[in-house]
């Protein structure tokens, strides 16, 4: 059993749950304190953030950075779900259309936009999830959510029959919903539209590059320090300043981000701090 802390960038595979990537997780390195940032669905693959141990405390930081995905919509059809995972039905014809209509089509979608969530959302709606509701055959009508979707790109566009595959490049901000992206560009060309494939390549400064796949054998942790490096600036403290941290004190010190890494003399993540005041106070102390 391990207890030491630290990250795991995995490369999810399509197919399985990210609370089941969680689970084979513990059993390779022998804990039960793993969680994710970022859930993923069965079907999309791509980079999933996972922390172990005290590491755990920084996943809810880790979870708000912007997204970067990969994703193949069809023009032609429907589904209650926003994607293949769901009853697909043919729409219309979607077979004339060209990629410049499809790239204007998409203008919409681009910069600070409202956004509906896809209705299979974890959103909950009276204290039960919306894809709960819908899952009982409940029509559940959520509410638009400001996302800022920064880069939508067309990459390829597919024709095969009466339908268009279109794939895109998707950079976006926490909580936005790529299947609804896909909805709505069906929506917009009066087509219907759903996602068919989804693989996030980027959250914040974590990328696929770091990635390993699940194996047999228990990966290699990225240190907690390494990943504030990734993810918020640092500020390196002296002696004195470090042990005023390991007890939950505010500091005399300026600190650039909300939050801002504190590492100790000897490079060790201590805590997450924010600006108050004149100073710094304390947002999670790992030590």
Do not use: W
Request: aromatic letters at 2%.
């Amino acid at each position: 059993m391990t207890d030491a802390s630290g990250m795991v960038i995995v490369d999810k595979p399509s197919g399985i749950t990210s609370h089941q990537v969680v689970g084979r997780l513990r059993r390779l390195l022998g804990t039960r304190k793993i969680g994710h940032a970022g859930t993923l669905d069965p079907m999309a693959t791509g980079v999933l953030i996972l922390g172990v141990n005290r590491a755990t405390r920084l996943l809810g930081h880790l979870a708000l950075h912007d997204k970067r995905y990969v994703a193949t919509v069809r023009l032609g059809e429907s589904s209650p779900t926003d994607d293949a995972d769901g009853d697909v039905v043919p729409v219309a014809d979607a077979s004339h259309l060209t990629r410049q209509e499809i790239d204007a089509a998409l203008g919409a979608q681009r910069g600070d936009v409202l956004q509906i969530p896809s209705s299979v959302s974890a959103i909950k709606v009276d204290g039960v999830r919306s894809y709960s509701r819908v899952r009982k055959g409940e029509t559940v009508e959520l509410k638009a959510r400001p996302v800022t979707i920064s880069a939508l790109d067309v990459l390829s566009v597919r024709p095969g029959g009466a339908t268009v595959d279109v794939e895109l490049d998707v950079e976006c901000s926490s909580g936005t919903y790529v299947r609804a992206i896909a909805r709505d560009l069906g929506a917009a060309l009066g087509v219907g539209g759903h996602l068919t494939a989804l693989r996030r390549t980027r959250i914040g400064g974590y990328s696929l590059d770091d990635a390993v796949a699940l194996g047999d054998e228990a990966p290699s942790l990225m240190s907690m320090a390494e990943a504030a490096r990734r993810s918020f600036p640092v500020v390196h403290l002296t002696a004195d300043q470090a042990r005023d941290v390991t007890f939950g004190r505010p500091l005399a010190l300026d600190v650039p981000g909300r939050p801002t890494g504190l590492l100790s003399p000897g490079g060790e993540l201590l805590a997450l701090y924010e600006p108050s005041g004149s100073g710094a106070r304390p947002v999670a102390v790992f030590v």
